[in-house]
């Protein structure tokens, strides 16, 4: 069964480095997704990506954040300057149809970010 | 805007017994509703949906959902709990056109033996 794979599993840095999350969406999808989820907190939706460019944000994906879909197959995420406070599990997700048709969306087992 | 409370952080029943999952939303149009599982280190799954077709929705593993307009609920239900089903489970909303989802703060359910 076709999965969504995320890489690292666990990445530990120090604050004010750059780090990028890699995510290996399902090779049939066109939406693709970052969530976050702070330790004993819910998810929280950061962004949306579809074309080539973000469909939508929120207000946790500043200027610091950004989405990148380098090749056919990987879709990153880039945090510049790493602070405290972005110590998350970090979900990536795709989907075949935008939320508009309720499509599932695939979930990754996640990478947690320790920021030290 | 849209919002998911889940009433009941924790919630703890004997293997056998009925299970039962509170979420309330709140949306300013027709929502879409939607059930996830997260087991112990391990991504999300989708358990069940609703998309505005039968208001009885049924699942994955034996589990279901009611869509009640009247409540703004989304209850999950299953008749008879396995040990198995002891993990978190976590209610979320979408609406159509949006390319967000929006989740509940999660309910980890404790199954006894």
């Known amino acids: 069964e076709p999965e969504v794979t995320q890489t690292p599993s666990h990445q530990v840095t120090q604050m004010g480095q750059e780090v990028i999350l890699r995510c290996v969406p399902i090779?049939?999808?066109?939406?693709f997704y970052w969530y976050r989820q702070i330790l004993g907190q819910k998810v929280e939706f950061l962004v949306s990506f579809y074309n080539n460019e973000i469909s939508e944000k929120s207000e946790i994906f500043d200027d610091q954040f950004s989405v990148e879909r380098p090749d056919g197959s990987n879709f990153t995420l880039k945090i510049r300057s790493t602070k405290l406070e972005d110590s998350a599990m970090y979900f990536c997700?795709?989907?075949?149809?935008?939320?508009?048709?309720?499509?599932?969306?695939?979930f990754g087992p996640g990478t947690r970010l320790t920021v030290t | 805007a849209q919002s998911v409370t889940q009433l009941g952080s924790h919630v703890s029943v004997s293997e056998g017994a009925l299970v039962l999952l509170r979420c309330n939303y709140s949306?300013?149009?027709?929502?879409?509703l939607f059930w996830y599982v997260q087991y112990p280190n391990q991504g999300l799954q989708l358990l069940l949906k609703?998309?505005?077709?039968?208001?009885l929705v049924k699942g994955i593993n034996g589990f279901e959902a009611e869509f009640k307009k009247s409540e703004t609920s989304f209850h999950l239900t299953k008749p008879s709990a396995h040990m198995s089903d002891a993990a978190e489970y976590f209610c979320?909303?979408?609406?159509?056109?949006?390319?967000?989802?929006?989740f509940g703060a999660g309910t980890r359910l404790f199954v006894k033996a």
């Open positions: 609703y998309t505005s077709a039968a208001t």
């Open positions: 949306s300013s149009v027709p929502p879409y």
């Open positions: 997700a795709s989907s075949d149809l935008g939320q508009g048709f309720a499509s599932e969306q695939y």
């Open positions: 979320a909303v979408s609406e159509a056109g949006g390319f967000k989802t929006i």
């Open positions: 090779s049939n999808h066109l939406y």
